[in-house]
């Protein structure tokens, strides 16, 4: 349903060994409600993701929730094992992609916004709210038209809850821009701070 395992392309990747033998000793697990999925050995050794197609705000935090009871679950299997995810006490986790080294954690929200995502000022507002934004994949699927997925820029130097925090609050100011924009208001207010 949308979450494949597919082959790095890039040539950063390619050069560093991680797609080497391909797809040998990669899997990809999903559980039976389809909502958390385990990545293994696509780019990193692991990529956890806990993920709702509901927009209803107590699905965020299930979401959440569900994200971490399962990492905490896997930590203690694995320290059963005598085993632990690679973690530097200055650094934090380590990962194969230096952007990812500190808590690893992304989240990742898509948005609906009709009005700001045709406005050029956008990627701006989102570098002025500490955030990276990526296109929907394929704009063109039911229900992703004029969405955009607003994901944290830091992983290293801030706890998990910050992070989590820091992306709410961006994603709550955008909210708030495109019902400015939905009331006929300008946003020249906004960008000079």
């Known amino acids: 349903d949308g979450v494949y395992l ?3 392309q890039t040539m950063s990747w390619l050069s560093s060994g ?3 033998d391909w797809p040998d000793g990669r899997a990809i697990y999903v559980n039976n409600d389809k909502n958390i999925f385990a990545w293994i050995n696509q780019k990193d050794h692991l990529r956890f993701i806990s993920w709702s197609t509901n927009n209803a705000k107590n699905n965020l935090r299930s979401v959440i929730t569900r994200f971490f009871q399962g990492i905490s679950l896997l930590e203690n299997i694995m320290r059963n094992e005598g085993i632990s995810f690679a973690h530097d006490d200055h650094f934090g986790y380590l990962t194969t992609c230096p952007v990812n080294i500190g808590t690893g954690l992304k989240i990742n929200i898509y948005l609906k916004l009709p009005l700001l995502t045709k406005d050029l000022r956008l990627p701006t507002i989102i570098k002025d709210l500490n955030l990276t934004m990526e296109e929907i994949m394929d704009p063109d699927i039911e229900g ?3 969405c955009i997925d607003i994901s944290n820029r830091d992983r290293i130097g801030k706890t998990e809850i910050e992070i989590i925090q820091h ?11 495109e019902r400015k924009l939905e009331a006929g208001d300008k946003l020249d207010e906004y960008l000079r701070r």
């Open 6 to 8: 597919y082959k790095p």
């Open 167 to 177: 992306v709410l609050d961006g994603v709550t100011k955008l909210v708030e821009i």
């Open 144 to 146: 992703f038209k004029d």
């Open 18 to 20: 991680v797609a080497r």
